[in-house]
């Protein structure tokens, strides 16, 4: 990844230079800079019931994240633009007993570096080439987790045909590994059908060398589509559908996943909100059987989704979720979600929202796996800074006991982000 790393900071230079070559001597270069800092104390309580096999988890752990992205924006000549954005990110004050958090740690690295042409000779077709954020609809399937202190990012390109009403994102990504590469590509439209309604059309292929059964080759096709809009000043909806066929190994892949929500906003003081939710995806009733019938959801940001606390993901699941949010005073928002947890198929084990397998099935095993209750305060100051005080409960049911431990998990957490 470092040939990767120095190669785009190259090609930025030359870019940079090459236009300032060429541009009239009248206009000036632009600069633009900023970024963010941000510090998230977390505290998990009980959360060995969902320890992965290749870590121990202790019966309580608290620490402290950083992340700092500074960026800089240089437009050297008009319909040029080249983005830099390194990040730092540690973890503090984390149990010795614990295996180290490499998922939180990034040291420095080049977090997004890419070149944009925009309108290319006043058409409708704009360029970015380089290492960048992805994020499409809600961040179901293709987003950039804001969430992780890491984060995520592509090396990609990506080109958009944008109209008055209507744009379309065609892409191309690749992440370099030791073992096998792995490839992530699709296009993506949006439609302006009404002011207050938007649909959004997508279709994407994920090619991962060794990622399928056996250690052969994966390829997922996902067929989709998203519909978000409001109705007056009160309603809110929103439903997604997405298809997935192709090939784990030798075996062939057939799944869905399912999202659906509604919210009506109250003209009173503190403005309530009360939202009903459903999601579901699709599972294996026999892993065996030669068919691969588990939802892949991607390269998703899951964290707001499907609970807070992470225990659960866009696959073999029905998940109910009920909100209500309320502002008491501008600029703060203060919500309470319930989330209950069930399993498609008992067989096929509960998935984390990372997309791991939290938990190995059983196919007499019950398909209720637990309930959590997730508390959220935001305070956004100003726009230089904002602040996020939260607390979730999880509770563990059937299938849990059924299968190992069954503990009953906690987790705080405090933020605060600072915007330069």
């Given at each position: 990844?470092?040939?990767?790393?120095?190669?785009f900071?190259?090609?930025?230079g030359?870019c940079?230079f090459?236009?300032?070559?060429?541009a009239?001597?009248?206009?000036?270069v632009?600069?633009k800079?900023?970024?963010?800092i941000?510090?998230?104390?977390?505290?998990?309580?009980?959360?060995?019931s969902?320890?992965q096999?290749?870590?121990?988890?202790p019966?309580?752990?608290?620490?402290?994240?950083m992340?700092?992205?500074?960026?800089?924006?240089?437009?050297p000549?008009?319909?040029?633009?080249?983005?830099?954005?390194?990040q730092?990110?540690?973890?503090f004050?984390?149990?010795?007993?614990?295996?180290?958090?490499t998922?939180?740690?990034?040291?420095l690295?080049?977090?997004q570096?890419?070149?944009d042409?925009?309108?290319?000779?006043?058409?409708?077709i704009?360029?970015?080439?380089?290492?960048?954020?992805?994020s499409?609809?809600?961040?179901?399937?293709?987003?950039?987790?804001g969430?992780?202190?890491?984060g995520?990012?592509?090396?990609?390109?990506?080109?958009k045909?944008?109209w008055q009403?209507?744009?379309?994102?065609?892409?191309?990504?690749?992440?370099?590994?030791?073992?096998?590469?792995?490839?992530?590509?699709?296009?993506?439209?949006?439609?302006?059908?009404?002011?207050?309604?938007?649909?959004?059309p997508?279709?994407?292929?994920l090619?991962?060398?060794?990622?399928?059964?056996?250690?052969?080759?994966l390829?997922?096709?996902?067929?989709?589509?998203r519909?978000?809009?409001?109705?007056?000043?009160?309603?809110?909806?929103g439903?997604?559908?997405?298809?997935?066929?192709?090939?784990?190994?030798l075996s062939d892949?057939?799944a869905?996943?399912?999202?659906?929500?509604?919210?009506?906003?109250f003209?009173?003081?503190?403005?309530?909100?009360?939202?009903?939710?459903?999601?579901?995806?699709?599972?294996?009733?026999a892993?065996?059987?030669?068919?691969?019938?588990?939802?892949?959801n991607?390269?998703?940001?899951?964290?707001?989704?499907?609970?807070?606390?992470?225990?659960?993901g866009?696959?073999?699941?029905?998940?109910?979720?009920?909100?209500l949010?309320?502002?008491?005073?501008?600029?703060?928002?203060?919500?309470?979600d319930?989330?209950?947890?069930?399993?498609?198929e008992p067989?096929?084990?509960l998935?984390?929202?990372?997309?791991?397998?939290?938990?190995?099935?059983?196919?007499?095993?019950?398909?209720?796996?637990?309930q959590?209750?997730?508390?959220?305060?935001?305070y956004?100051?100003?726009?230089?800074?904002n602040?996020?005080l939260?607390?979730?409960?999880?509770?563990?049911?059937d299938f849990?006991?059924?299968t190992?431990?069954?503990?009953?998990?906690?987790?705080?957490?405090?933020q605060?982000?600072?915007?330069?």
């Amino acid at each position: 990844m470092q040939f990767v790393k120095w190669s785009f900071v190259l090609l930025f230079g030359l870019c940079f230079f090459a236009s300032a070559v060429f541009a009239e001597e009248k206009k000036e270069v632009q600069f633009k800079w900023g970024g963010e800092i941000r510090l998230r104390s977390e505290t998990l309580i009980d959360f060995n019931s969902f320890a992965q096999t290749n870590r121990t988890t202790p019966a309580k752990d608290s620490f402290v994240l950083m992340r700092v992205r500074p960026f800089v924006e240089v437009i050297p000549t008009e319909g040029i633009h080249v983005f830099i954005q390194p990040q730092f990110s540690r973890s503090f004050a984390q149990e010795e007993s614990t295996v180290a958090n490499t998922a939180n740690v990034d040291d420095l690295d080049l977090h997004q570096g890419y070149i944009d042409f925009v309108k290319i000779n006043g058409s409708p077709i704009s360029l970015r080439l380089g290492r960048q954020e992805l994020s499409y609809g809600d961040e179901r399937l293709v987003g950039a987790f804001g969430w992780s202190n890491v984060g995520r990012n592509f090396d990609a390109g990506k080109v958009k045909l944008e109209w008055q009403k209507f744009w379309l994102d065609g892409f191309f990504s690749w992440i370099q590994r030791a073992a096998g590469n792995q490839y992530f590509g699709g296009l993506y439209g949006h439609f302006d059908v009404l002011e207050s309604l938007d649909y959004e059309p997508y279709f994407f292929v994920l090619r991962d060398n060794d990622g399928g059964l056996g250690g052969r080759a994966l390829t997922v096709y996902t067929v989709g589509d998203r519909l978000a809009g409001t109705i007056g000043e009160k309603w809110d909806y929103g439903l997604e559908a997405a298809l997935q066929l192709g090939e784990s190994g030798l075996s062939d892949i057939f799944a869905y996943a399912a999202h659906a929500h509604g919210g009506y906003t109250f003209e009173t003081a503190w403005q309530p909100r009360l939202g009903l939710e459903y999601n579901a995806a699709s599972g294996d009733e026999a892993p065996t059987s030669g068919k691969v019938k588990t939802f892949n959801n991607l390269f998703p940001t899951n964290h707001f989704k499907y609970g807070y606390m992470d225990l659960v993901g866009w696959r073999n699941m029905h998940n109910p979720r009920f909100t209500l949010e309320v502002t008491p005073v501008k600029g703060l928002t203060t919500s309470l979600d319930y989330h209950a947890f069930f399993l498609m198929e008992p067989a096929n084990g509960l998935f984390l929202a990372s997309g791991a397998q939290g938990r190995a099935g059983s196919a007499v095993a019950s398909r209720f796996a637990g309930q959590e209750i997730d508390w959220l305060l935001k305070y956004k100051w100003n726009q230089w800074a904002n602040f996020l005080l939260g607390y979730s409960f999880f509770k563990a049911e059937d299938f849990l006991a059924e299968t190992g431990m069954a503990e009953d998990a906690h987790f705080l957490y405090a933020q605060t982000q600072v915007n330069f």
